[in-house]
């Protein structure tokens, strides 16, 4: 089994930050974490899946949806096989529940479809 952890949400004011993780460590052999591209994806009640940022496995360049543009980075750390979500100047609209996942084919996250292993969300709270 693919095993992602997704971890740093959170409750946060609007304006703040908070910085999630995603630990690939545990990823099944097989599937080496350089060669994938990883996204994040939130989950606001009541509203579909969508995504966010992702980085792609080649030479890690980045995506980001307009929502996020500007205030979101995405990085990873291939040593500790960990991509992070950097979130400035949050909005209470960014309150989701904020999921990591990984593509094998190195699609970014307008092809959710594309995303095949998915770890378990991270709640981000942003109150006004």
């Known amino acids: 089994d693919v095993q992602l952890q997704a971890s740093g949400g959170g409750l946060v004011q609007a304006g703040g930050s908070l910085r999630l993780s995603c630990d690939a460590s545990e990823l099944a052999s097989g599937l080496a974490f350089e060669d994938q591209a990883i996204g994040w994806f939130r989950q606001a009640p009541g509203k579909e899946r969508e995504g966010v940022a992702s980085?792609?496995?080649?030479?890690?360049?980045?995506y980001y949806s307009d929502p996020v543009k500007g205030r979101f980075s995405i990085s990873s750390d291939n040593a500790k096989k960990t991509v992070y979500l950097q979130m400035n100047s949050l909005k209470p609209e960014d309150t989701a529940v904020y999921y990591c996942a990984v593509s094998i084919t190195g699609a970014d996250v307008r092809f959710l479809h594309e995303y095949d292993y998915w770890g378990q969300g991270t709640q981000v709270t942003v109150s006004s």
């Open positions: 980085i792609s496995p080649t030479d890690r360049t980045t």
